[in-house]
């Protein structure tokens, strides 16, 4: 065997003709197809076609499964040993005939059961818009229209907000939207998988489980139009979800920002008292961080303390008599 997985890992792999047999880790499978620009390079093997060390692919069918897979001639191996292995065997141009002609007759069963399933796709989500928008008016009444916010990306994180907060009334999210997208953010509480299960309807796709075919279809269907007329609908919403308390999230941030303050004051300190633009810079850092602290309890606390403290009683002047003192 001269394999592509050999100990020098700067090599590229190997140059292969139509017919050779090569291993994917265990699985086998032939050379069937040239893919791209070829040339006759082997002389050895007449009517032999072979790819270029730079150029193009061949398309292996494995005997297994009778799936295809591209391989690159001439391409570099990276991390690590390669999984192909190239043989010096060759079968014969009708077993080739034959691994093409299973592979085509099992895509083509392939294709026809997508149709049928698009077919049954396109069935669930049909019906008639008007109706369908009416009956979504009546069972989401809380939904926020068109008319009260024009701006789809902000209608879209209103009413996620709503349909969040009706769902997980004890969490408090953090939705922000952006031209095209809508973020979610949150600490503990509900799965990301739960979340994105609400979030669906809001974006286009609208599961993330779907393929590409089923994203067009519900897009152009009377239920995927009638869903985006009540409720928005943005190209993405991200759902984040972060496993911290809000009370930990928070104590984390205020020691990173801590320890930074207190790098930038030492450089201040330090600092050429000439160098004015530098300092500018290190105050306006210093400040940017004092301002996006966030502040504990004890903080709270003393804020409060502060605001509430009593006034001094200003010391009242000796009134003067009209005739002055006697």
């Known amino acids: 065997m001269i394999g592509a997985n050999r100990t020098d890992l700067g090599v590229t792999y190997p140059p292969v003709a139509i017919g050779q047999i090569v291993f994917n880790g265990d ?9 791209g620009a070829t040339s006759d390079l082997d002389e050895d093997r007449h009517g032999v076609t072979v790819v270029s060390m730079t150029r193009g692919w061949f398309n ?10 591209g391989y690159a001639p001439g391409e570099k191996i990276h991390n690590g040993s390669s999984q192909w292995t190239v043989t010096d065997v060759f079968v014969s141009q009708d077993v080739v005939d034959q691994l093409i002609a299973a592979h085509d007759n099992m895509e083509a069963k392939k294709r026809a059961a997508e149709k049928r399933r698009q077919r049954a796709v396109r069935a669930l989500w049909d019906g008639d818009e008007p ?11 809380w939904a926020i229209t068109e008319k009260a916010e024009p ?33 979610v953010e949150w600490y503990a509480g509900p799965e990301r998988e739960e979340v994105e299960a609400i979030a669906g309807k809001y974006q286009n796709p609208y599961s993330y489980e ?13 239920h995927g139009r009638a869903m985006a007329t009540v409720f928005g609908r943005v190209g993405h919403v991200f759902c984040h979800r972060d496993s911290r308390t809000k009370e930990e999230a928070d104590e984390d941030t205020r020691r990173y920002i801590d320890e930074l303050l207190q790098e930038k004051r030492a450089e201040l300190v330090a600092l050429d008292p000439g160098n004015l633009t530098e300092a500018e810079r290190l105050q306006k850092s210093i400040a940017f961080y004092e ?24 010391a009242k002047k000796a009134k003067k008599s009209k005739g002055g003192a006697k």
Request: charged share 35%; with cysteine; net charge positive.
């Open 210 to 222: 779907w393929n590409y075919a089923d994203h067009c279809i519900y897009w152009e269907s009377p």
């Open 60 to 69: 292996v069918i494995f005997f297994d499964d009778y799936t295809e897979c």
């Open 151 to 183: 701006k789809e990306h902000k209608r879209v994180a209103k009413n996620l907000r709503l349909d969040l907060n009706r769902n997980f009334p004890k969490i408090k999210f953090s939705v922000a939207s952006k031209l095209s997208s809508v973020t």
């Open 291 to 314: 301002k996006h602290r966030p502040k504990s309890a004890s903080d709270m606390t003393d804020e409060s303390d502060k605001a509430g403290k009593p006034k001094k009683p200003a």
């Open 27 to 35: 699985r086998r499978g032939v050379v069937c197809r040239p893919f």
């Open 131 to 141: 109706n369908l928008i009416a009956e979504y008016r009546r069972r989401y009444p």
